[in-house]
């Protein structure tokens, strides 16, 4: 005889775990948490940069400055610092966000002084020698092609140019465009840099097993010393502009393609929106986070169209986008569409009790594990320091999901989902265009691949 | 000096083995299944089956409804998947400590009971979500099949590793409930089958637990086939030309190399990413950095069991530039490398970078129930998750050498180009 289902224990409660602040000398904070058994150290520098500040016609010299940083400095070469970085075990990735330039690495306990070191090395005095800013331009081309080729960065694209204000910075991509990324000279890096990369309001976040390393030392003696009198702070951010016609379709055409890429969205909330965060998470998970999700119960598991189409609420440093997005085999396309857009607007007329306690128990119970490792949590308070929320903010959000009501989740979701939606589906017009009459609301417009 | 993540190993009697490895720093558990069967069992006609079962086990069985599976975990906090690769298939969640259990008796209720809710209904739709899977995932990405033609062309036809995962629509279109029936019997049986428990349980309870619930299960798998003999270096070289509308020219180079967990294996990574792994790898120095004539390169080696692994280098090749050119340069460093050896700064670059690596793998509950259940279920010891890096570093430089000469001379290669097709005429193709 098999073992009757066994009952589930609740969980105890848990905190996001907790840093030790810091501020040095130079105004840089430093955000410290220990997690024994981490052998990795997570180190993230995250300093706040408004993308509207790059110069017009240079969109993505902010990324391209991040991409550069270590690509050499005053005392090293370019291979002679990516040699240093490999052989001490590290990891380093530089870019932007909406909100800021952001140093990523990882790196072996033992080696996060040296690691320390190099990167307040690449944030202060880069060297932007002429040969590599050239190189990492010409890769950055590259990599635009290679986005234009794959059928989800294409959708996400035209899905930003879409629903954003033409001449709203958010509607072109925060690492450019062909046009604008390919009129960049090292003079324009070099400039950006030392008028918008600095230590005023820089955030340190180092997580991992900490002990014996001497962190806060490690990092006061390295980015502690950071300084650049040219610096001017990034303004405050203010939410993109969302476009007066985005309530229309944008075909993609990719002749003979056999899938169709659906992206459709609308604006939606930061997580500092005054009405609380906590609803957010769990209406991604209802709507469309899991193949039993309301989307994914009739897209996938009833009418096998597609492997999986996800909802998720995409907040900036300011405002934000709700986005479901998937792809379907060719000829469903315009019913994938509609019956995709029916749940979404359909979900406007709320959520059940299991509903809603299915989607806080999953997000709140799987916290812990997700929060477990140093890069996880790393990345999650530099995120909350790019974006001015309390380093509790995540234990408090989860807090207050525990007291949500089916009416908590209708509320918020009315307020992002209106049924104004942007379309975009990448696929071949020639199928999906004749297939979309009557079907998908907003008028169509077909663009080049 | 080894790592000490512990080690509690214990076999049912019905031949499951389990491994517990207690970490009590959160208060989750990940239960981790590795079922001993993958691509490299299927027959022919029948590829991408293993996967398309993978798809099955999540659509109910004796007491568990379709798609109950997913839900009661994720409601209770679990975060779960599962995965087909050539050797094995993997079914893994993660829990709060007070969902083990639960998880363990929906585990063995699908891995002891599925065929009493198999049906053609759920067999048809999860055949449909897996050919939406290959499109979206091959068909439908650029250079997204080059891995396939990669498989059929370094190893012969018959051989388990010729064919891809995902295996072809015709053969997905072929699968019959019969199939299903018969394979469930074939391969899905505790004996077939290891178990890893990593986090908050202890060891005792740990094994206490996955016997009340997995007990029950009789042994049955058919007894496994010797795996093959090591296949020598291919004779070659090998090319296989795509003209593609891809976004630049693309090379895969790809060896046969030792298989997994041998001392060969890790010799010849160590020389992979000496000559195209490292960032500051040979051929990321003259190609990417000074030369300019390759937008990136990448190096892996992926360890398998059933004589043979894989070897790849992936260069892409910068717009203007000759991929005829830069192919020539990596076989000039690869004859480089296995005529005089990694520099001492290499090696010291790779195993620095393999250490990191190794240890971020490790850093997660999920990933280390992960390499625990490969470990047993492919080389029965999971302690060689802890001594990994040791076996790692006491590679010699000459052996690195010896493994280079013996599996990376660029005449043992296949070459797969994805190239740019200023016609976009599709489908000229030529195979050499």
Known sequence: MSPARPAVAPPEPWTFPAPVEHVLDNGVRVLLHDVPGQYVVSLRVVVPVSLRTEPAGREGVAAMTARLLDEGTAQHGPEEFAELMERHGMLLGAGVSDGGLLVDVDVP???????????AQALSEPAFPDGEVRRIVRNRLAEIEQERASAAHRAMRELSRTLWDPADRAATPAAGTAESVGALTRDDVVSFHRQRV??????????GDLAGTGALDVVAGSLGRWTNDDHEPAPSPVPPQPSADRRRVVVVDRPGAVQTEIAVGCPGPDRSTSHGWAPYPVLAFVVGGSPTARVDAVLREEKGYTYGIRTSFRPRVAGGSFVAQGSVRSEVTAEATQLLLGILDGARDGFTDSELRAGTDFVARTAPGRYATADAIADESAALALERLPVDFTTTTLRDMADLDPDDLRSAYRRTVTGDWSV?????ADTIVPSLDGRVPGPVTTVDR | MPLDYPMHRRTLPNGLRVVVSPDHTVPNVTVNIWVGVGSRHESPGRTGFAHLFEHLMFQGSRSVRSGEHFEALMAAGGRLNATTWFDRTNYFETVPTGVLELALWLEADRHGHLLDAVTQENLDNQRDVVKEEKRQRYDNQ??????????????????PYHHPTIGSMEDLDAASLADVHDFFRRFYAPDNTVLTLCGDVEAERGVELVERYFGGLTARAEPARPLLPQLDPLRGPVRVDRRREVPNDRLHVAFRLPVDDTD???ACSLALDCVAGLSTSRVARRLVRREQTALGAHASAWGFVDGASIGMVVLDVAPGADPIDVEQALVEELDRLADDGPTEVELETSLAQAERGWLSALASQEDRADLVSRYTLLHDDPQRVNTYLDRLRAVTSEEVTAAADRWLRPHHRLTVAFLTDPESSGSAEAVA
Do not use: N, R, S
């Not at chain 1, 600095?198 to 997580?207: F, I, K, L, T």
């Not at chain 2, 650029?142 to 051989?159: R, S």
């Open chain 2, 142 to 159: 650029p250079y997204g099949t080059a891995l396939i033609d990669v498989y059929a062309a370094l190893f012969p036809d018959e051989h």
């Open chain 2, 264 to 266: 060969e294996f890790l």
């Open chain 1, 109 to 119: 306990q033992a080696h996060l002084a040296t690691a320390a070191g190099l990167v």
């Open chain 1, 424 to 428: 975009v589906l990448v696929g071949d």
């Open chain 1, 198 to 207: 600095g230590p005023a309001g820089a955030c340190v976040v180092v997580a």
